[in-house]
């Protein structure tokens, strides 16, 4: 018996990284998941490889940031298996080279803004609005939001993104308020460093080297340590946390100044 057997579960961004790790973790316990990503291709090799691992899953082809894309794939999701209870909002613009244009705000441009905000934030927002109906419906659900530790601390370089991610704790907090009483649970994870494709593409070892140096576990964290987190708040586990921001960092937000020394 898994922890989410009967759920129907919704993975944004699930065709790689995080989010396949995620909708996989979710199908390993039970749960019947939807794999949505704009890249659909991929989209269906996650949902195959569930399939093929004796777990339910199909694949949707999504542009969340569009009304019309969101909508649809919650329609489409309880079309398929008649209703929805886990929400995992991963969908996020992690492309080195469109980040690499996210520079500090004298630099930045409006359209890299834009989509930054359509993509990591108002994606959040359009799946909450379409999902929480149909949880209700079936007395309640978890909605499992990402952010980023970008979004607690500034930096130089990556300012839309930062933002972004910060109003998604922000969005988190009023879907929390607004639904609560309505049996809908909303948290937000915020991940430190977690080793994916993304991230090497636009980090040189010496760079991950200094990242790190600045963690307190003696291993970075992947993206199995971020699903093992979303399976555990999607089930009745966590029935009584809502509306938080959970730091999975290894440690790294947790001291400030010089990095932890390995010496020790």
């Given at each position: 018996m898994g922890r989410l057997d009967g759920k129907v579960a919704i993975v944004t961004g699930g065709a790689g990284g995080i989010g396949a790790a995620t909708a996989r973790a979710l199908a390993h316990e039970g749960a019947s998941v939807a794999v949505v990503d704009i890249d659909g291709a991929k989209a269906a090799e996650t949902a195959e490889d569930?399939?093929?691992?004796?777990?339910?899953?199909?694949?949707?082809?999504?542009?969340?940031?569009?009304?019309?894309?969101?909508?649809?794939a919650?329609?489409?999701?309880?079309?398929?298996?008649?209703?929805?209870?886990?929400?995992?909002?991963?969908?996020?613009?992690?492309?080195?080279?469109?980040?690499?244009?996210?520079?500090?705000?004298?630099?930045?441009?409006?359209?890299?803004?834009?989509r930054t905000m359509a993509v990591n934030l108002r994606s959040q927002m359009l799946m909450c609005k379409h999902a929480i109906p149909e949880?209700?419906?079936?007395?309640?659900?978890?909605?499992?939001?990402?952010?980023?530790?970008?979004?607690?601390?500034?930096?130089?370089?990556?300012?839309?993104?930062?933002?972004?991610k910060a109003g998604v704790n922000t969005l988190t907090m009023y879907v929390a308020a607004g639904h609560g009483k309505q049996g809908v649970r909303v948290n937000t994870i915020v991940p430190g460093l977690i080793i994916t494709d993304a991230v090497r593409a636009h980090l040189t070892e010496s760079m991950l080297d200094g990242l790190a140096r600045t963690t307190l576990t003696p291993y970075l964290g992947q993206p199995d340590d971020i699903a093992?987190?979303?399976?555990?708040?999607?089930?009745?586990?966590?029935?009584?946390?809502?509306?938080?921001?959970?730091?999975?960092?290894?440690?790294?937000?947790?001291?400030?100044?010089?990095a932890a020394r390995d010496e020790r």
């Open positions: 569930i399939q093929q691992s004796g777990g339910a899953a199909i694949a949707l082809r999504a542009d969340l940031s569009e009304e019309t894309d969101a909508a649809s919650v329609g489409s999701t309880v079309g398929r298996y008649g209703r929805l209870d886990v929400l995992h909002n991963n969908a996020a613009l992690t492309d080195s080279a469109f980040l690499s244009s996210d520079t500090d705000v004298t630099g930045l441009s409006v359209e890299v803004w834009e949880m209700v419906r079936n007395g309640g659900g978890s909605i499992v939001n990402m952010s980023s530790g970008a979004s607690l601390k500034g930096d130089r370089t990556r300012t839309a993104y930062g933002v972004s093992n987190l979303v399976v555990f708040l999607a089930s009745e586990e966590s029935r009584y946390i809502t509306g938080q921001m959970i730091a999975i960092d290894g440690g790294m937000s947790a001291h400030v100044g010089q």
